[in-house]
């Protein structure tokens, strides 16, 4: 069955009780996030990693994108990198990328994806296949990845809007754009998906309803689900994050490479050796194209504050938020397009 990160866990009938049950299975280890804080290394390494994901899955739609580095943060949680090389990481990425293709049913090529790598090393499919089972070993076979997006229509629900279908899209476009962004942030690692979601909703509303700003809150704070104290400094990192303007990963801070005789095949070998046998790759069939481009928007939270003894002021300038709302109730989505899985479906 095709896999949508908007509808993880389809075959379960109650459907919001099970995400909210099993979301922590789905998270990194506390001491894979107290690693990412501590040591620059590590820092660097899921840096490079994730560079390589964006970078070669650039054309793809960007679920795909979002899917393969949670598969990557995932296995750095569950167990160390077999070589910490370049070589490594982009085997990785490559691996990630190729599974959670397999996942959404995307139409994809190995050798399309390796030709966007730097280093110019060009794996062979039984390699990356070795790669894909240690993968697949560490996250337990749990690739239906419970991500925020499986909670937006859950917390949109809680909104009771009676808007537009295109004025709800706005705004669950406009919280697709943060939590794609909250990726990145190790900040946010820490909490559960469904406190990243409703935080980025809540962002989202900041600026696409901002006169029901205090209503969207306290139904999401009056959710028996939320814990109102975690919620309260995930949406603080987020809001601190808007304040960058852009956030994201550099390609000046490379790894260096360390000169030795291991090799993609002979390092996977003896990973593949030692994992166990009893479990068994099933092939997924790719049967569908689904390609979007990644748009990126970015948001201001600063505000000047007025002189306390000013002259007589002129018209003050309209704020940035306002600005930002009403670009998005004029078509904002329709001119920043993010491919939104089951995008005319309602919440």
């Not at 908007?6 to 001491?31: A, G, Y």
């Not at 370049?86 to 994809?108: G, Q, V």
């Not at 030709?115 to 240690?134: S, V």
């Not at 794609?180 to 509303?205: G, M, R, T």
Request: with cysteine.
């Amino acid at each position: 069955m095709e896999f949508n990160l908007e509808n993880p866990l389809t075959n379960l009938h109650d459907f919001n009780d099970s995400l909210f049950l099993v979301e922590s299975d789905h998270m990194i280890s506390e001491n894979y996030l107290k690693t990412l804080k501590t040591r620059d290394f590590d820092f660097s390494l899921r840096r490079e990693a994730l560079s390589s994901i964006f970078k070669i899955s650039c054309n793809f739609d960007p679920f795909l994108s979002y899917l393969a580095a949670n598969y990557l943060d995932r296995f750095l949680s569950s167990q160390e990198m077999p070589q910490p090389k370049p070589w490594m990481l982009r085997l990785l990425a490559i691996s990630c990328i190729s599974l959670a293709a397999k996942m959404t049913k995307t139409e994809f090529n190995l050798t399309d994806f390796q030709g966007r790598c730097d280093g110019g090393l060009i794996f062979d499919t039984q390699t990356i296949q070795r790669m894909e089972y240690l993968i697949l070993g560490a996250l337990k076979w749990r690739m239906r990845s419970i991500t925020p997006f499986s909670f937006l229509c859950f917390f949109i629900s809680l909104f009771q809007l009676n808007e537009p279908p295109s004025i709800i899209q706005a705004l669950k476009a406009r919280a697709t754009e943060i939590i794609f962004k909250a990726q990145n942030d190790i900040k946010l690692l820490e909490f559960k998906p469904s406190i990243v979601c409703a935080s980025a909703l809540l962002s989202a509303s900041h600026e696409v309803f901002p006169l029901q700003f205090t209503n969207f809150k306290n139904a999401i704070f009056n959710c028996t689900y939320v814990n109102k104290e975690n919620m309260l400094q995930c949406y603080n990192v987020i809001l601190q994050q808007e304040i960058v303007m852009d956030i994201g990963y550099d390609d000046e801070s490379e790894i260096d490479t360390l000169s030795s005789s291991d090799t993609p095949v002979n390092v996977l070998d003896r990973r593949f050796s030692s994992s166990s046998e009893s479990d068994k790759t099933n092939g997924a069939t790719i049967t569908t194209t689904d390609t979007s481009t990644t748009t990126t928007a970015t948001a201001t939270a600063t505000q000047l504050s007025p002189n306390p003894n000013p002259p007589p002021p002129p018209p003050p300038p309209q704020p940035e938020r306002d600005n930002k709302r009403r670009k998005i109730a004029t078509g904002y989505c329709n001119n920043h397009r993010i491919q939104l899985s089951q995008t005319q479906q309602q919440c």
